[in-house]
């Protein structure tokens, strides 16, 4: 249950059922600053196109642990590509790791109504049923500034949770500052994303985007993408300073999830924002736009462009293509020497 958003973005991103004997397509590397990569990479046993099974992750971790003689921040295989295959992310928590301190965790005995929790469990069911048939989970409608999926099922859940959230807001805000239980703040913070849009729910979601929990991180920064990319008039501005500096946290998901924000954030090409990623993260979201999977680093090319000046149209039609990333970077270094 913990998992519901996790699960539903997933589903919106992969095409392809997982394949039942997956590959590694790629092992990708992020907070890698000070190592050798290519010396690394090396020196694995486990390589691109090796079978992955449930036992990959941890062979892998125990390698790294044995070549760098520390623990790797994350090792995460990632489900799925177009063929069903995993892409493994390898985080190091290098010098290039990120300034963000996380908010205390709360220890409040603040919990939900039980009616709400019922309520995401059938959707949480809802979501993997409509998964398994290939019922078109592959795009949502975020003009109304929540998600509504084009499942039937599920897009009635959705509107259910939409109804509970225009009537029990404060609830749903105090539980997601206050309780110490992290499934129901990961609960309370995604229904805040279907409620009433207000400078106040933009704070909430803010703030919940520094939740010790990685779930309520990522239910929080994806309903904030979905404000940025849909058609309502935003009550207050997503402050971006928080996720620019996300780009270079020590987890896979908050640098992805943060990735997706500001590329949204950036389409109207602020100066200051631009500026503001340039100065403080350029380093690393240059390490995701080189990921191998083009549906992962896309975004992270996207916001490279820019910072470079690019032309729009080419941007969007080039940063499916790796190649582009260093097109970027020459734009941006002779932009600088003007």
Not at 67 to 73: H, V
Request: net charge negative; with cysteine.
């Amino acid at each position: 249950m913990s998992t519901f958003v996790s699960r539903l973005v997933a589903s919106l991103l992969s095409v392809a059922a997982c394949a039942a004997q997956p590959t590694i397509r790629a092992i990708d590397f992020f907070a890698y600053a000070d190592v050798d990569i290519d010396g690394l990479r090396n020196n694995l046993t486990i390589r691109p196109g090796d079978p992955w099974t449930s036992e990959t992750d941890q062979l892998l971790r125990s390698e790294l642990e044995e070549l760098l003689g520390r623990s790797p921040s994350e090792v995460t295989a990632v489900c799925c590509d177009e063929d069903g295959n995993r892409i493994v992310y390898i985080g190091l928590a290098g010098s290039s790791g990120s300034r963000i301190r996380l908010n205390p965790q709360p220890t409040g005995f603040l919990e939900l109504d039980a009616d709400l929790v019922i309520l995401y469990d059938r959707f949480d069911e809802a979501v993997r049923q409509a998964v398994s048939r290939g019922d078109g989970l592959v795009s949502e409608d975020r003009s109304l500034g929540y998600p509504l999926s084009h499942d039937a099922e599920v897009r009635g859940l959705q509107q259910r949770i939409r109804e509970y959230a225009l009537s029990n807001s404060s609830l749903l805000f105090a539980v997601s500052r206050k309780s110490s239980n992290a499934l129901h703040r990961g609960i309370a913070i995604d229904a805040i994303g279907y409620g009433l849009h207000s400078a106040d729910q933009i704070a909430a979601l803010t703030h919940s985007a520094l939740d010790p929990d990685p779930t309520v991180r990522n239910n929080a920064i994806r309903a904030l993408s979905v404000l940025a990319s849909s058609q309502v008039e935003l009550q207050a501005p997503i402050p971006y300073a928080v996720f620019v500096d996300l780009l270079a946290y020590g987890l896979r998901q908050d640098r992805s999830k943060s990735v997706a924000l500001l590329s949204d954030l950036t389409e109207g090409r602020d100066p200051s924002l631009l500026e503001a990623i340039f100065q403080r993260a350029l380093a690393p979201l240059v390490e995701c736009a080189r990921w191998s999977w083009s549906g992962h680093a896309y975004d992270a090319r996207i916001i490279l462009g820019r910072i470079g000046g690019l032309d729009e149209g080419i941007v969007l039609a080039e940063a499916w293509n790796s190649a582009f990333v260093d097109v970027a970077l020459d734009s941006i270094q002779r932009s600088r020497a003007q």
